[in-house]
């Protein structure tokens, strides 16, 4: 069988999967040694709108707007909008494949000053892939995708602090459910997962001037293990913690400086050292467990103990700089680990806002020394929000 686009593929795993397996003590060493996490479905872990990304992919406390659903959706319950859409664009390794890409639709309504419900779709497409036998003969055309469905309900708590739950339906279909002779039967891989997440935010002055402090969490895809066959062993999916906090001054009427961090960590089980000999965990713990064993388990299992355990954790930085509420420019940086991934990239965006519309740009600029599918890449996000007119209101107006 043979892939046309198997090299693209393998730097999807490569890149976001992190599928890196040691399997010996001499694959890992502690100082620099690969030991990467792997999970089912990374597309989850992109970020897929424009705002959050020109700042080094965060926003568990960046000022609420239409796309807080893959971030924290608790913010909702303080956005100051009765309603909005928004759909973003996000070409994906545009130099080397043209029909790969990440699109994103996200919608919220807000029924009173308290409670806020939202839904999005994320839908990857990986492009077309041909299958053939040996003899090069063509057996399948297959458009790769994979999207998930999600929903949530926000509600403020007070006026500092709101909570949201969410639900999630993944759908990953690589192969098209082709598979070679001899081999488990290929399908789609499916899960269903659930979000929690909470929001603070708190007024200040700071040197006679009208400020901010907000906190937010998310515990995202607490969710079903996936396969792709009948194979009993599955993969998780990306659990992920995302806690982040900012801080927002208003330095006169018209301009507004924000200042960012998020820290992220996979609630994944870490890949142990196998003796390749007997077959048996040298250091580690067994991945093999259930999710929230896993969950738990992921914050002391590191083969390399503390000092692994605190590499897994990436960190975004950023910083939004808004002029009459219209015009911003933003830049971030995004850091991992040379052992757990190596993504280390700055960030740079824009954003202008006319009266309900809105219109943000990202661009990404590696620094690892690795190639980065969205290197050098413009993506854009599109977005409305309305203010609810009641009944004979309009009349007024």
């Known amino acids: 069988m043979m892939i046309k686009r198997l090299i693209v593929l393998l730097s999807i795993s490569l890149v976001f999967s992190l599928s890196v397996f040691p399997q010996s003590q001499e694959d890992l060493d502690f100082v620099g040694g690969l030991n990467a996490l792997r999970v089912a479905v990374p597309f989850l ?18 000022l609420p707007d239409a796309n807080s659903q893959h971030w924290n959706p608790a913010k909702y319950a303080f956005i100051d909008k009765s309603w909005g859409v928004a759909y973003s664009y996000t070409p ?31 839908y990857f497409s990986m492009g077309t892939i041909i299958f053939t036998d040996e003899q090069g003969t063509r057996l399948l055309d297959h458009n790769a995708n994979e999207f998930a469905l999600d929903a949530a309900y926000s509600r ?14 993944i759908r990953s279909d690589l192969t098209g459910g082709y598979s070679q002779p001899g081999q488990s039967e290929a399908k789609a891989g499916n899960s269903v997962a659930a979000d929690i997440s909470s929001y603070y935010q708190t007024p200040l002055v700071v040197d006679n001037k009208d400020a901010e402090l907000a906190l937010g969490v998310n515990i995202s895809n607490i969710g079903a293990k996936m396969s792709y066959s009948e194979d009993p062993n599955k993969m998780f999916i990306p659990i992920n913690m995302r806690l982040g906090g900012r801080f927002s001054i208003d330095m006169d009427q018209y301009n507004k400086v924000s200042f960012m961090v998020d820290g992220n960590k996979l609630l994944v089980p870490t890949p142990p050292i196998w003796d390749t000999e007997t077959d048996e965990i040298m250091l580690g713990m067994n991945p093999d467990v259930p999710v929230l064993t896993g969950m738990l388990q992921s914050f002391y299992d590191a083969p390399g103990g503390f000092r692994e355990e605190i590499r897994e ?7 939004e700089y808004l002029y009459a509420g219209q015009f911003a420019i933003r830049a971030g940086y995004f850091d991992e680990h040379s052992t757990k991934g190596n993504r280390k990239y700055f960030t740079l965006g824009a954003g202008i806002k006319y009266n309900v519309f809105n219109l943000d740009f990202a661009y990404l600029i590696p620094t690892a020394g690795l190639s980065n599918p969205l290197a050098n890449t413009f993506r854009f996000t599109l977005s409305f929000e309305f203010e609810h007119v009641r009944p004979g209101q309009r009349n007024k107006q």
Do not use: H
Request: glycine letters at 8%.
């Open 156 to 169: 403020k708590f007070s006026d500092k602090i709101s909570g949201s739950l969410g639900f999630r339906y």
């Open 45 to 62: 872990t992109i970020a897929p709108d424009s705002r959050a990304a020109s700042m080094g992919d965060l926003g568990a406390a960046t």
């Open 92 to 122: 994906w390794l545009q130099n080397l494949i043209k029909d790969m890409d990440l699109n994103y639709l996200v919608g919220y309504y807000r029924f009173d000053e308290q409670q806020v419900v939202s839904a999005s779709l994320l």
């Open 313 to 319: 954790v990436s960190l975004s930085a950023g910083i």
